[in-house]
């Protein structure tokens, strides 16, 4: 937390031009399986980037130990003149690594968000949802919509449509690739296939896979036989 007696009034001007100059982060990730778009860390970095660096801004964030405790995730916005603010926020308990990489990420782009004061595209309503309403006569009830499913972690999602496909994690591990460490960019197009891609993928593969060991086989026929002949002809 920023002592509330420290000094900032050469930061805050600096912020000031800089969100003048901030757009809101495109939303770039987007979710096939849960049919959602959401905003990445790297677009809320891409939005401040430049204001920041214009202003002799920079941000830095870390995470402190706390004993047994879950650790913190600080998030500091420092000026060039040496006045900061930071914000301190605590991970949730998990034994789970995956779900500890999950925790960091989420964090430090919520955290990155407020700290500078970044939205999304498309979040804005306007003031509607706080607009308060006048009583009017009411109209028939409609139906109520079935609760749409709170917004999943994309690798968890992944990780689920690889387990969900038979043969997917046998061929990822053919090819060298651990689920639990998948790349971005590997993840967004696993979603995008969906199960019938996965299922596509691996077919492919165990054609693929029959075709090397059909012809391993013949090689090693064909050696064996070459070598049988060499042997009659001494």
Not at 94 to 123: M, N, P, R, W
Not at 145 to 160: G, T, Y
Not at 193 to 199: F, L, T, V
Request: aromatic share 2%; glycine share 6%.
């Amino acid at each position: 937390m920023t002592p509330p007696d420290q000094e900032t009034d050469c930061l805050a001007r600096a912020l000031a031009k800089a969100q003048g100059a901030m757009k809101p982060a495109p939303k770039t990730g987007h979710n096939a399986h849960r049919g959602y778009d959401y905003v990445e860390l790297s677009g809320i970095m891409e939005a401040a980037r430049k204001p920041l660096a214009d202003n002799g801004l920079a941000v830095v964030q870390t995470f402190v130990e706390d004993g047994e405790h879950p650790p913190i995730l600080e998030s500091r916005l420092l000026h060039e003149s040496g006045q900061q603010i930071s914000s301190r926020i605590r991970l949730l308990p998990t034994q789970d690594y995956h779900a500890l990489g999950s925790a960091c990420t989420y964090s430090k782009k919520y955290a990155l968000a407020a700290l500078l004061g970044i939205v999304a595209e498309g979040e804005d309503d306007d003031g509607e949802a706080a607009m308060p309403k006048a009583k009017a006569i009411r109209a028939p009830r409609k139906k109520a919509e079935p609760k749409k499913k709170p917004p999943a972690d994309p690798h968890l999602d992944a990780i689920a449509l690889i387990d969900k496909t038979d043969g997917a994690r046998a061929m990822m591990e053919a090819k060298g690739i651990d689920p639990r460490e998948l790349l971005p960019q590997v993840i967004e197009k696993i979603i995008t296939m969906g199960e019938d891609g996965m299922k596509e993928k691996v077919k492919e593969w165990r054609k693929s896979e029959a075709k090397a060991e059909a012809e391993a086989a013949a090689e090693k026929e064909e050696k064996e036989n070459s070598k049988g002949e060499e042997e009659e002809a001494a």
